[in-house]
């Protein structure tokens, strides 16, 4: 009897034994990592996340008068153009605002409570904003990404997009914001008005109490002198000396003439010399009172010349004063720049968001990117660890 162990013959492998488990463990994963958060985002997005509606509207700042568009924006740059410059940073401006907390603030003082909006019980936890009271930087944060707004330097059109999660809401959001910043383009107009005019108003405010003081001066000299017009009082004044002066020569003509036919001690003669000497008396007195003393006609008239050269300065400076406040309105006014709503928010009937099927098959095509580089990655150093 043979006691020799019986030799049991051994199966040669086959060539697809060694690939069977590499290959399962690949789908394995594949469908871990890939097919099932597809699936995850499919049914949240389609089954849970809420409908989010969005309004839009377009509006442009210009100026009173448009200006040509700068061909490129090398031109713009070295300044070969001044295309849209002023209303470009009006739009740059507004926009800002627009995305800001003071807008935030603006729109509670309208109404509109932007985190009674946007958290609310009926949204999907996801969607909404997770706070009552959030941070300021958080509720800014979800704020820009519900509130668009896009700024196009070519078309200079500023295009505004609000999402919310009814679309009353949206609309409301929208229009509340266009207001807004169409208020903001007409407060900073009226600023630049006043700014730029201000200068102009305190120069012809200082000239019209300069010439108002003067005239006030005028008066109080009028007052004291008892005369209207010094000038025409000196010319009359000069016209009686002339005339006393002339009548004085006359008589000292006959007193000479007397003389050489009658005595001096002639009742003639005698009364010739008093009617001589009342007239030198009387001239000298003209004389004396035009131009000798300190009220003389003649200090009278220096006075009130110099016045009135002060006064007619004042006049001119004051002339001067208005019309370049007057140039100043003109040339702030040809710079006011006007807000124009050119498409007014609209209703929304669709949602714009979510989008199961475009943003599942995004997923899927990332996530299987991802893990072929992965797999490739993995097999790669798997390989090198078997060398």
């Known amino acids: 009897m043979d006691l020799s162990p019986a030799l049991t013959p051994v199966a040669a492998p086959q060539p697809g034994d060694e690939t069977r488990p590499f290959l399962k463990t690949r789908r394995g994963a594949y469908v871990l990592l890939v097919v099932v958060p597809t699936l995850l985002a499919l049914a949240y997005l389609g089954l849970v996340a809420s409908p989010q509606y969005q309004s839009n509207a377009e509006y442009v700042i210009r100026g009173m008068q448009p200006q040509p568009r700068a061909p490129s924006a090398l031109a713009e740059l070295i300044g070969g153009t001044q295309a849209g410059s002023s209303a470009g940073a009006e739009a740059g401006t507004v926009r800002d605002f627009l995305q800001s907390p003071d807008a935030i603030a603006a729109l509670k003082r309208r109404g509109i409570d932007v985190v009674k909006l946007y958290h609310r019980p009926d949204v999907d936890f996801f969607s909404r904003l997770r706070f009552a009271r959030p941070r300021a930087e958080t509720l800014l944060d979800y704020y820009r990404d519900h509130v668009i707004v896009d700024y196009d330097k070519e078309e200079g059109v500023t295009r505004l997009g609000v999402r919310a999660f009814a679309p009353g809401d949206a609309q409301a959001v929208a229009r509340a914001l266009i207001e807004l910043g169409e208020g903001q383009v007409n407060a900073n107009n009226q600023r630049a008005l006043a700014a730029g005019i201000a200068v102009a108003q305190a120069d012809l405010a200082g000239a019209e109490a300069e010439l108002v003081r003067i005239q006030g001066t005028l008066t109080g000299f009028r007052d004291v002198t008892g005369d209207i017009d010094p000038q025409r009082s000196g010319e009359g004044g000069r016209a009686q000396v002339q005339q006393v002066e002339g009548e004085l020569a006359r008589q000292q003509a006959e007193l000479a003439a007397m003389r050489q036919v009658l005595a001096p001690s002639s009742p003639q003669v005698i009364t010739q010399q008093g009617r001589v000497a009342t007239l030198q008396s009387a001239a000298g007195a003209l004389r004396a009172g035009l131009t000798g003393g300190g009220d003389s006609a003649a200090r009278r008239l220096a006075s009130f010349e110099e016045l009135k050269l002060r006064q007619d300065f004042a006049?001119?400076?004051?002339?001067?004063?208005?019309?370049?406040?007057?140039?100043?309105?003109s040339r702030v006014a040809q710079q006011r720049l006007f807000?124009?709503?050119v498409v007014t928010p609209n209703l929304p009937e669709k949602p714009v968001r979510p989008t199961p099927l475009r943003t599942s098959l995004a997923v899927l095509i990332g996530l299987t990117v991802a893990f072929a580089i992965g797999w490739l990655i993995l097999a790669g150093v798997r390989e090198h660890q078997a060398d």
Not at 315 to 329: C, N, P, V
């Open 315 to 329: 006049a001119k400076r004051y002339e001067t004063a208005r019309a370049a406040l007057e140039a100043a309105k």
């Open 339 to 341: 807000f124009v709503a």
